[in-house]
């Protein structure tokens, strides 16, 4: 199993940035993927999830109305859609593979650092 998280980047506030989960060895309905960020000197935040039938999601309160997740099950990629960035969204953001939307991860993907300043 492997998750490697891809596309981020500089994006000057209120800016927007897509970010792309690949996955491989394991089928779309096997797994929940969750996206998770850490800035410098903070903790670990979880920001989304999708289910493993794409039926729900759910997002941190942070970034509700802001971020939108997706899978496209024909690419084995999730995407994690970011508008109006703002400064304090500036991190590293991995993704990961989870039995379900709050279960601890099975599976753990590289980040991408995602970078909002102008």
């Known amino acids: 199993v492997q998750l490697q998280a891809s596309g981020g980047g500089l994006v000057q506030p209120g800016g927007s940035l897509t970010i792309s989960c690949a996955t491989s060895g394991f089928t779309p309905d096997t797994y929940a993927i969750a996206w998770f960020r850490q800035a410098s000197g903070s903790e670990r935040e979880g920001v989304s999830c999708i289910d493993k039938g794409d039926v729900r999601t759910f997002y941190a309160n942070s970034v509700k109305g802001q971020f939108t997740i997706s899978r496209d099950k024909t690419k084995n990629t999730v995407y994690l859609q970011m508008t109006n960035l703002r400064p304090e969204d500036t991190a590293v953001y991995h993704c990961?593979?989870?039995?379900?939307?709050?279960?601890?991860?099975?599976?753990w993907g590289q980040g991408t650092l995602v970078t909002v300043s102008s």
């Open positions: 990961a593979a989870l039995r379900f939307c709050g279960s601890w991860y099975d599976y």
